[in-house]
């Protein structure tokens, strides 16, 4: 048991915050897992009752999360791994969104790693070391329309994860961007705020959807073993693809995305800066 890792999991009642969770204390780690609902935690508390402690929490509230994070940090004494997953998803053209839809999805998926991230800092520090998991995307690279704002609050935290990584390293809190492929999370449903549609954008939703298809996605806890690994890397990546097809796509991507630099280097090399 000496060798037992505390976890923090934030949106640990449903898809991959559940995997995790389940693969953590299968592994013999103990749990602190968070989440706005934790009902559905209950069954699998009474199954770990000295290992998982449901904490209710929404990561939009920063005084909640400070307040979580002390409670987290002192139930089990210490936080060695935590993982950065809670998020929801704004479907619905740029256009469409409310002021009010994209300050609430940004609170979720923006500002609430950040204020997580802020929380935890100061306790792994104090203990000389720790694993800050930030869950984004395969497409947190570029925009994708219907999911403008979804690819909009990953980018964001990638960015700033990739500068916190730069900043915690000498204090040995290591960051890695864990970006996540398709699974079956409920995401698109449940953890969905859809825009009031217009109807200029029918034809181009229509595309969208039917690009998105029928394919069913792998379930949550087929991603468990890869990021249950990662954190045992002593010498972890600062980014990390989850999902052999998303792989594929992100470097398909990265390539186009060079074509298209290429492609208008000339114009690009007129200006001297």
Same mark, same amino acid.
């Given at each position: 048991?000496?060798?037992?890792?505390?976890?923090?999991?934030?949106?640990? $009642?449903?898809?991959?915050?559940?995997?995790?969770?389940?693969?953590?204390?299968?592994?013999?780690?103990?749990?602190?897992?968070?989440?706005?609902?934790?009902?559905?935690?209950?069954?699998?508390?009474?199954?770990?009752?000295?290992?998982?402690?449901?904490?209710?929490?929404?990561?939009?509230?920063?005084?909640?999360? +400070?307040?979580?994070?002390?409670?987290?940090?002192?139930?089990?004494?210490?936080?060695?791994?935590?993982?950065?997953?809670?998020?929801?998803?704004?479907?619905?053209?740029?256009?469409?969104?409310?002021?009010?839809?994209?300050?609430?999805?940004?609170? #979720?998926? +923006?500002?609430?790693?950040?204020?997580?991230?802020?929380?935890?800092? &100061?306790?792994?520090?104090?203990?000389?070391?720790?694993?800050?998991?930030?869950?984004?995307?395969?497409?947190?690279?570029?925009?994708?329309?219907?999911?403008?704002?979804?690819?909009?609050?990953?980018?964001?935290?990638? $960015? #700033?994860?990739?500068?916190?990584?730069?900043?915690?390293?000498?204090?040995?809190?290591?960051?890695?961007?864990?970006?996540?492929?398709?699974?079956?999370?409920?995401? +698109?449903?449940?953890?969905?705020?859809?825009?009031? &549609?217009?109807?200029?954008?029918?034809?181009?939703?229509?595309?969208?959807?039917?690009?998105?298809?029928?394919?069913?996605? &792998?379930?949550?806890?087929?991603?468990?073993?890869?990021?249950?690994?990662?954190?045992?890397?002593?010498?972890?990546?600062?980014?990390?693809?989850?999902? $052999?097809?998303?792989?594929?796509?992100?470097?398909?991507?990265?390539?186009?995305?060079?074509?298209?630099?290429?492609?208008?280097?000339?114009? $690009?090399?007129?200006?001297?800066?």
């Amino acid at each position: 048991m000496t060798d037992a890792r505390v976890w923090l999991i934030t949106g640990a $009642s449903r898809g991959l915050g559940r995997a995790f969770t389940e693969a953590a204390l299968a592994g013999g780690d103990r749990v602190v897992g968070a989440a706005r609902d934790v009902g559905p935690l209950e069954e699998l508390a009474d199954e770990y009752p000295d290992h998982l402690l449901p904490l209710p929490l929404d990561v939009a509230d920063r005084r909640g999360v +400070f307040d979580a994070v002390e409670r987290a940090a002192a139930a089990f004494g210490r936080l060695d791994v935590v993982v950065n997953n809670a998020g929801a998803m704004l479907y619905g053209m740029v256009e469409e969104a409310t002021e009010e839809q994209i300050r609430a999805h940004m609170d #979720v998926n +923006f500002f609430g790693a950040v204020w997580v991230a802020q929380a935890v800092l &100061p306790h792994l520090r104090a203990q000389g070391g720790g694993r800050l998991l930030q869950v984004t995307s395969m497409g947190s690279g570029g925009g994708m329309a219907t999911v403008g704002y979804y690819g909009a609050g990953k980018a964001a935290l990638d $960015s #700033v994860s990739e500068a916190l990584a730069m900043e915690v390293e000498g204090f040995g809190v290591k960051v890695t961007i864990v970006q996540m492929g398709g699974y079956n999370t409920g995401l +698109f449903t449940a953890g969905t705020t859809n825009t009031e &549609p217009l109807a200029r954008y029918q034809p181009l939703r229509a595309e969208m959807e039917a690009m998105w298809g029928d394919a069913v996605a &792998p379930e949550p806890d087929t991603a468990a073993p890869v990021v249950m690994e990662l954190a045992a890397l002593p010498n972890p990546p600062r980014r990390l693809i989850v999902g $052999s097809q998303s792989f594929d796509h992100v470097l398909e991507m990265d390539r186009a995305q060079a074509d298209l630099y290429r492609s208008w280097e000339h114009l $690009s090399r007129i200006a001297p800066g």
